[in-house]
């Protein structure tokens, strides 16, 4: 019997989405005569111990009867439970500083882990992830404050809305000036992004023509790693070769700084992959940028004027572009930079629903009939030691 426990997230802020929604529990237990789920009782859950218990759920505090546990973000030390298998985005496997403790919990007590954010199909790509919401409120989110910066449109949040739903009907009626817009990316956030693109009617151009002529009306380019990046020695890009050498490579995205209004950044980031700018980039009088909408979010990453997380709140601030100092927002010696690392918690039970229909797609089947190569290629911790992919982390595991 796989018996499964919706733990309560326990970081704080309180993430507020879940690994799987009532209906979705429902039709697992009513499907497979060899799966029980338990929902550990939360006031910050988008949906409610209520919404739970009217799906024949049963909610409780003690998830000690559970073989597998489901969680979102990092679970505090004082919460993790002995001997037990955890799946939640653990933030480990690049050596994260201040996960370094729950690390060395985790071994103590036995906790097998595995992270979200290590499955993946076999040519690399990842399963399961909340990156398209991330796309849809982050672009959103840029949009909005282009419209507060100028006065020219006004839109409101999305955390105002109920669902996905209501937010498109919010685009009704908006007409958007001439600005053009770069979405970099090509993976879940950035399908995200092209999904609004196409809700706010902005139209897609070629690379060449954004950068040779202005247009009556709103549009974008999208610019995947083929755009971005050219071999420093032969001047082409191939795929493999840059993601095992990307530090031979230079980023060529500077020439679209001086025919971009707002940035929808979007593409994966490493300590090797060249920025697409610079600090003085900004400085130069044809820096024509006023609007960053730094989806991927890494501080000082592709984005170096990505000064660290802004909140749900207050998304938005200002950063000097003389100095690089962080200012009020919409000032005009500055530019405006939306960076927030947990945008899905804006329509959290669209991502919840989404994230859990590729949990039982492609992940808990396999758990429940016992692992797969999916499963043990993400799995970092095996009954507290670690696995033979995550020897790496051994200095970083060491007590």
């Known amino acids: 019997m796989l018996t499964i426990g919706l733990i309560r997230e326990g970081k704080i802020p309180a993430d507020n989405r879940v690994a799987l929604i009532p209906s979705q529990c429902k039709w697992l237990v009513k499907h497979f005569t060899d799966i029980r789920i338990l929902v550990q009782s939360s006031a910050h859950r988008c949906f409610t111990d209520e919404e739970y218990e009217q799906a024949g759920i049963e909610v409780t505090n003690d998830l000690s009867a559970c073989n597998l546990l489901l969680g979102i973000k990092e679970v505090p030390v004082s919460m993790l439970l002995a001997d037990k298998k955890y799946l939640f985005f653990s933030h480990t496997k690049k050596k994260q500083p201040y996960n370094q403790a729950m690390m060395h919990r985790m071994m103590d007590k036995n906790i097998t882990l595995i992270d979200y954010e290590c499955l993946e199909h076999e040519d690399g790509q ?61 993976g879940r956030v950035a399908h995200g992004i092209l999904e609004i693109m196409n809700l706010m009617d902005v139209q897609e151009v070629e690379p060449e023509e954004y950068l040779s002529r202005e247009f009556t009306y709103p549009v974008y380019v999208h610019l995947k790693g083929s755009d971005l990046y050219r071999h420093k020695e032969t001047g082409k890009y191939n795929r493999e070769d840059f993601h095992a050498n990307a530090d031979q490579y230079r980023c060529v995205f500077e020439e679209f700084c001086e025919h971009t209004d707002i940035l929808m950044n979007g593409i994966y980031w490493e300590q090797n992959i060249p920025r697409l700018f610079t600090m003085e980039t900004l400085q130069q009088p044809n820096f024509r940028i006023q609007t960053i909408a730094d989806i991927t979010d890494d501080k000082n990453g592709s984005i170096p004027c990505n000064l660290g997380d802004a909140t749900i709140d207050y998304p938005i601030y200002g950063v000097d572009k003389m100095s690089g100092v962080k200012t009020a927002a919409y000032l005009n010696t500055g530019v405006d930079v939306m960076a927030v690392g947990n945008l899905p918690n804006e329509l959290p039970r669209d991502a919840s629903r989404y994230f859990g229909e590729q949990l039982i797609k492609y992940v808990l089947d396999d758990i429940r009939k016992g692992t797969s190569p999916t499963i043990e290629r993400a799995t970092i911790l095996q009954s507290g030691k670690l696995t033979m992919l995550f020897e790496y982390l051994t200095d970083y595991a060491a007590h």
């Open 126 to 186: 990842r399963i399961i992830g909340f990156g398209f919401f991330a796309g849809i409120v982050g672009a959103h989110n840029g949009i909005m404050a282009f419209g507060n910066r100028t006065g020219a449109y006004h839109l409101g949040r999305v955390a105002e809305v109920k669902d996905y739903r209501e937010l498109i009907h919010t685009y009704f009626g908006l007409k958007l000036p001439n600005i053009k817009i770069a979405v970099t990316g090509s």
